[in-house]
Structure formats: structure tokens, C-alpha cells
């Protein structure tokens, strides 16, 4: 299995307030683990929670002390754990220093084993599983115009256009306790999981995405096309994409 990602700042933006990590290795109990998150917040507030965020997950999981009792059926669990204990953090954070109170994050944190990608989110940035004849969102995004949408009072073509389709309803670190949505997915005939912030979802439809994924070369270079891509469209946002081929 290989896995490759980027951020880049995009056209529009001073900072980055995107965040990610890669490791394809056995970290604490999990046998690789990937991470990406998209801040928000002013005075580099944003930067500061998607940082701290994935810090706090990676050293829970790196440090777990009972990481030899973990079992695959546990990973789940360890994964939405450690997403609520860096929450609380960041919350702490946030309200301990009033230049950052109001920080928050994006987050999905994803691993994979014995044929099941398994994750954990929480907003409005995206996992997607690809094939060479599909692509299909597997989270959910926790925005205004979402609930809008699962209500029926607005339909998802209406939804791409909304002037509140980037109202956040679900962060890490607004609030505390947080709820994490738990997601199972077999790999089955998927060739990547793409982990990826709304900078690169709103800048290319699903079949922009599949088109590039599916392409040649590693995960490398289409990580970098999708960025890319997404910059040569307007690049109105930080843009992040994790690419985890799978089944290449």
C-alpha cells in the first residue's frame, strides 16, 4: 500500500490553515495512519487547532499504553477517542487564550486493515473511495447546507451553489464533548481512498477527482495534479489531498 499527500496555500489565501499526516508504518496500536484537517479561525487561530489537532491524536495513538490488548474490532473506537481527547485540548486551548478563542478544525483520521477502511470524522472535509468505474463520498458533511439538503428543502444541485454551503455545523474544538461520526468501509474493488479539504472539493466535481486518481503515475504525482487542478480553477482556498492506493 502506498499513500502520498499535499497542501499548498492556493491562490487566494496568506496562510494555510490546512494540516496533514502520513504514516505507513505501525504507529501505537494502528498499522498505518492518516490525518488531514482543515482550521478555521482568525489570527492564525485556524492553523493553530488543524496543527495542534493532529499532534494530539498522533501522540495518543503513538503513546497508547495498552497497544498490545488493541484489537482490529477496537481500531474504531481508538480512532474517535482520540479525536474527542484532542478536542478537549484544543477547546481548553481556545478558551485559555482569547486570541484563539472560537478555533476550530476540520478533521478525518483514517487507517487501514484487513481489507476495511476504517475512519473517523468530524466537518466538512471529504473521504472518497475510487474504482476505475466509480468514485463515492463515504462521509457525511457537517454543514448547514448539508442538513438542508437530508431535510429535503433544498436538493444537492442546489446545494453545490448555496451562499451558506460552507457553514460548518460540526468542529474539533467549538465544543466540548464532540460527537464523531464512525465510519467501516470495505476496500473490496476500491483502488484509493481520498482523504481531502472543501479547497479541492469545491474547486473539482467528483469526476474531476476520479478522472486524476484514476490516472498514471504514483500517488505522488496525482496528489500534486489534483492540487493543481484545483489552483488552475481558482483555487479560492487552502487545499489539501491525501491519495492511500489500496488496491493499485
Known sequence: MNAAGLSDTGKSREQNQDAIFLCNSTIGPL???????DGMGGHKAGEVASEKAIKYIEEYIRDFKMAEF????NFLDLLVTAIQDANKKVFDMSKENPEMEGMGTTLIACTINDGKIIMAHVGDSRAY???????TQITEDHTYVEQMVQSGEISEAEATTHPKRNVITRALGTDD?????GIVHPVGDVS?????????????????????????GFAEHRAQFLIEE??????????????IDVGR
Do not use: F
Open 230 to 243: 484545483a489552483n488552475s480553477r481558482g483555487g479560492i482556498d487552502n487545499i489539501s489531498a491525501i491519495l
Open 31 to 37: 498499522p498505518n495512519l492518516y490525518i488531514i484537517a
Open 177 to 181: 464533548p464532540l460527537q464523531v461520526d
Open 192 to 216: 484509493t481512498v481520498v482523504l481531502c479539504t472543501d479547497g479541492l472539493s469545491d474547486m473539482l466535481d467528483d469526476n474531476a477527482i476520479k478522472d486524476i486518481v484514476e490516472g498514471i
Open 129 to 135: 473511495v475510487v474504482a476505475p468505474t466509480y468514485i
Open 70 to 73: 488493541v484489537k482490529p474490532e
